[in-house]
């Protein structure tokens, strides 16, 4: 699995290697300090207009208990341009915080406990836990964590999202819609899923708590 992963993420690179950087976003020892200490009661505040959208339901995330790195990248991406809201709200919300308004963002939604599953999860694809190497499919689970908690430095929690968006985020990597992942790993991974997969998949994590 070792081996597959590691031709895989070759692959990755070299897809991207003529493509223009998905993200601007360079995790420099300083940068990682800047968004550890970010302030969360004072991204308390700043959160009031996200709860109505984030609230763990329909195609939008939750953003409770999610990765502060994650989070931090996803804002700036949306910023800067290389992620596209196809309703363009999430780029507008964006366009108007400083970097410190999303570093404390950041760390207000990591402080919070995370939305948890209702159990009874079952890898019916044996790709989350164990991956697929007759497609070179690494498991979600080298990346996203055994338990889908995410993994540092920006690798997000999937656990306990609604499966609905975790469906519709899967699918906007197949078309290429979403482009801001790293290297195109997630573009390529999810290319390579059917559509029964995504589901399967979308489903799995859902249900982890």
Same mark, same amino acid.
């Given at each position: ?59 939008? %995330?939750? &953003?409770? *208990? $999610?990765?502060?790195? #994650? +989070?931090?990248?996803? @804002?700036?991406? /949306?910023?800067? !341009?290389? =992620? ?71 690798? %997000?929690? &999937?656990? *306990? $999202?609604?499966?609905? #968006? +975790?469906?519709?985020? @899967?699918?906007? /990597?197949?078309? !290429?819609? =979403? ?31």
């Amino acid at each position: 699995m070792k081996a597959i992963l590691l031709a895989t993420i070759g692959m990755t690179l070299a897809a991207g290697a003529e493509a223009e950087p998905s993200s601007k976003v360079a995790w420099t020892p300083a940068v990682l300090d800047f968004v550890k200490k970010g302030d969360a009661d004072r991204g308390k505040a700043l959160s009031a207009p996200c709860a109505g959208c984030h609230d763990g339901t329909g195609t939008n %995330p939750n &953003l409770n *208990g $999610q990765l502060p790195t #994650y +989070l931090y990248r996803q @804002l700036q991406d /949306y910023k800067n !341009g290389n =992620r596209q809201d196809p309703a363009t709200i999430m780029n507008a919300m964006a366009s108007a915080l400083s970097d410190q308004d999303m570093a404390d963002l950041a760390a207000w939604y990591g402080k919070q406990p995370p939305m948890l599953g209702a159990g009874g999860a079952a890898d019916a694809t044996g790709i989350a836990e164990r991956g697929e190497g007759r497609r070179m499919e690494p498991a979600c689970s080298s990346c996203h964590g055994a338990a889908g908690q995410g993994e540092k430095v920006d690798t %997000p929690r &999937l656990a *306990g $999202q609604s499966a609905a #968006y +975790l469906e519709a985020t @899967l699918l906007a /990597y197949k078309s !290429g819609r =979403r482009a801001n992942d790293i290297y195109s790993r997630m573009r390529l991974i999810a290319g390579k899923l059917s559509d029964a997969e995504i589901r399967q998949l979308a489903d799995y994590y859902a249900k982890l708590k």
